[in-house]
């Protein structure tokens, strides 16, 4: 059976640990935390929305969807529900012998209308013998378009990904979190509260259930996915997961057979329990009417699956493991295949401070900044853009200074079809031949001329 690795971070939010990699796929300091300062709150969507009204983001190693699920949470929260707001009418007075009031009207701009209406009775306005035009208006703007949301999610582990809109947030974390496996590292990690308590982070109910709605919309073969079930209703995993969406799954795997002879008292228990869960179904469904919204699971190699790919992308994501990891995916030849597919306003946003990263964007053409952390007070995370002006916080002299090191080598992987263990080994061997100072003489040189 397919294992899974979870346990709780600080923000409420579930993490997963790869033995595989022997690495964390997320900061125990808070997974959803973690996604919403290094990808979200630095890409300023908000500015983005206010003279845009499409959008297409790349998230590379999608995982169990933090980034993008974070993304559709702040669109939720922060975009739409002001685009909705902006779209309300006005009132504009023209000075005219006639009345007239468009017939359309926004029901839920009550009070508008209301006073329309009041004031008219006060006044006893007649169509034709006053001298005020009265006119409600819809605003004729960007506000009042539909928004197009193109998100393209590649990832190898199908598993992780058809789980993604299952895991819990918002859970309140008792300070000895006990977790299903016995991993030191983390269990003293979960135990730091990085000198402060982080509030629980949850997301919208809408948030992952239109995830469900589209992951099933493009992969129906989820609902027969035996590892899938198996996995989603094992005892020991049930606490990470949110049983009103396991529910959901239920139904729509019921939905699915329903023209299939099944028992009466089957239908009506799932009518019973539609109608119980509907609720939140119908306002994540009312909310995709307001969007056209593509999502476009991809289970392979980002590379293969980007070398076939014909889209021009706003934002990337790129959120792999750590280079030492899993290099394929930070070489500067991968890059050179972002900067093809990048707009050219667009921007990438990576968690990693490395070198090597840095120098490979550079050498692939990009101009490269620093994302600064303002609830962390530090910088951590890198962008990589086409266009500099996008650019707040540029490289230091400090920081430039290490990408001439040994350090600043970077990976390679010149057919985008290597090994992991290829491409390292090959590293490792530019590294050891080079004539460059290494990184830490160049730090101690740096320290003595600052002192």
């Given at each position: 059976m397919?294992?899974?690795?979870?346990?709780?971070t600080?923000?409420?939010?579930?993490?997963?640990?790869?033995?595989?990699?022997?690495?964390?796929?997320?900061?125990?300091?808070?997974?959803?935390?973690?996604?919403?300062?290094?990808?979200?709150?630095?890409?300023?969507?908000?500015?983005?929305?206010?003279?845009?009204?499409?959008?297409?983001?790349?998230?590379?190693?999608?995982?169990?969807?933090?980034?993008?699920k974070?993304?559709?949470?702040?669109?939720?929260?922060?975009?739409?529900?002001?685009?909705?707001?902006?779209?309300?009418?006005?009132?504009?007075?023209?000075?005219?012998?006639?009345?007239?009031?468009?017939?359309?009207?926004?029901?839920?701009?009550?009070?508008?209308?209301?006073?329309?209406?009041?004031?008219?009775?006060?006044?006893?306005?007649?169509?034709?013998?006053?001298?005020?035009?009265?006119?409600?208006r819809?605003?004729?703007?960007?506000?009042?378009?539909?928004?197009?949301?193109?998100?393209?999610?590649?990832?190898?582990?199908?598993?992780?990904?058809?789980l993604?809109?299952?895991?819990?947030?918002g859970?309140k974390?008792?300070?000895?979190?006990?977790?299903?496996?016995?991993?030191?590292?983390?269990?003293?990690?979960?135990?730091?509260?990085?000198?402060?308590?982080?509030?629980?982070?949850?997301?919208?109910?809408?948030?992952?259930?239109?995830?469900?709605?589209?992951?099933?919309?493009?992969?129906?073969?989820?609902?027969?996915?035996?590892?899938?079930?198996?996995?989603?209703?094992?005892?020991?995993?049930?606490?990470?997961?949110?049983?009103?969406?396991?529910?959901?799954?239920?139904?729509?795997?019921?939905?699915?057979?329903?023209?299939?002879?099944?028992?009466?008292?089957?239908?009506?228990?799932?009518?019973?329990?539609?109608?119980?869960?509907?609720?939140?179904?119908?306002?994540?469904?009312?909310?995709?009417?307001?969007?056209?919204?593509?999502?476009?699971?991809?289970?392979?190699?980002?590379?293969?699956?980007?070398?076939?790919?014909?889209?021009?992308?706003?934002?990337?994501?790129?959120?792999?493991?750590?280079?030492?990891?899993?290099?394929?995916?930070?070489?500067v030849?991968?890059?050179?295949?972002?900067?093809?597919?990048?707009?050219e306003?667009?921007?990438?946003?990576?968690?990693?401070?490395?070198a090597?990263?840095?120098?490979?964007?550079?050498?692939?053409?990009?101009?490269?900044?620093?994302?600064?952390?303002?609830?962390?007070?530090?910088?951590?995370g890198?962008?990589?853009?086409?266009?500099?002006?996008?650019?707040?916080?540029?490289?230091?002299?400090?920081?430039?200074?290490?990408?001439?090191?040994?350090?600043?080598?970077?990976?390679?992987?010149?057919?985008?079809?290597?090994?992991?263990?290829?491409?390292?080994?090959?590293?490792?061997?530019?590294?050891?031949?080079?004539?460059?100072?290494?990184?830490?003489?160049?730090?101690?040189?740096?320290?003595?001329?600052?002192?």
């Amino acid at each position: 059976m397919y294992e899974l690795y979870p346990y709780y971070t600080n923000d409420g939010s579930v993490g997963l640990f790869s033995p595989e990699a022997d690495d964390i796929y997320h900061s125990t300091y808070g997974a959803l935390t973690e996604a919403y300062e290094k990808f979200v709150l630095p890409a300023d969507f908000e500015k983005y929305f206010s003279k845009n009204n499409q959008i297409k983001i790349l998230d590379i190693c999608f995982g169990i969807g933090y980034n993008t699920k974070s993304f559709l949470n702040y669109f939720l929260e922060k975009i739409l529900e002001e685009k909705i707001s902006k779209k309300n009418m006005y009132i504009e007075t023209i000075d005219t012998d006639n009345i007239t009031c468009n017939d359309k009207i926004y029901t839920d701009n009550v009070n508008c209308e209301n006073s329309l209406h009041e004031s008219m009775e006060k006044t006893n306005f007649s169509n034709k013998n006053e001298k005020s035009d009265i006119k409600i208006r819809e605003h004729d703007s960007v506000e009042n378009k539909k928004i197009k949301i193109f998100i393209k999610a590649i990832d190898t582990d199908k598993n992780l990904a058809f789980l993604s809109p299952f895991f819990v947030t918002g859970k309140k974390i008792r300070r000895k979190e006990k977790i299903n496996f016995h991993q030191d590292k983390i269990e003293k990690m979960l135990q730091k509260q990085n000198g402060k308590k982080l509030p629980k982070k949850r997301l919208k109910d809408e948030t992952n259930i239109i995830l469900l709605e589209k992951i099933i919309e493009n992969h129906p073969e989820i609902l027969e996915d035996a590892e899938i079930q198996q996995i989603l209703y094992a005892k020991k995993y049930r606490r990470y997961f949110d049983r009103y969406l396991r529910g959901l799954f239920k139904f729509y795997k019921f939905e699915k057979g329903k023209y299939t002879p099944l028992s009466r008292l089957k239908a009506y228990l799932h009518n019973i329990y539609y109608r119980y869960i509907s609720k939140r179904q119908k306002k994540a469904l009312n909310t995709l009417k307001l969007l056209d919204f593509n999502f476009d699971l991809k289970i392979e190699d980002a590379r293969k699956i980007l070398s076939a790919d014909d889209n021009i992308y706003n934002f990337v994501f790129l959120d792999a493991f750590t280079p030492a990891k899993c290099p394929c995916l930070w070489t500067v030849d991968f890059f050179r295949l972002l900067y093809s597919h990048l707009d050219e306003d667009g921007m990438i946003l990576t968690y990693s401070n490395a070198a090597n990263v840095r120098s490979a964007f550079i050498e692939a053409g990009f101009f490269v900044g620093k994302i600064y952390n303002d609830a962390a007070g530090k910088f951590m995370g890198t962008i990589a853009v086409k266009n500099k002006s996008l650019i707040k916080n540029e490289l230091s002299e400090y920081d430039l200074g290490l990408l001439k090191t040994k350090a600043g080598i970077f990976y390679r992987d010149e057919n985008l079809t290597g090994q992991n263990e290829a491409i390292i080994a090959a590293h490792e061997k530019e590294v050891e031949t080079s004539a460059r100072i290494s990184s830490s003489k160049f730090i101690k040189q740096w320290k003595r001329v600052k002192s």
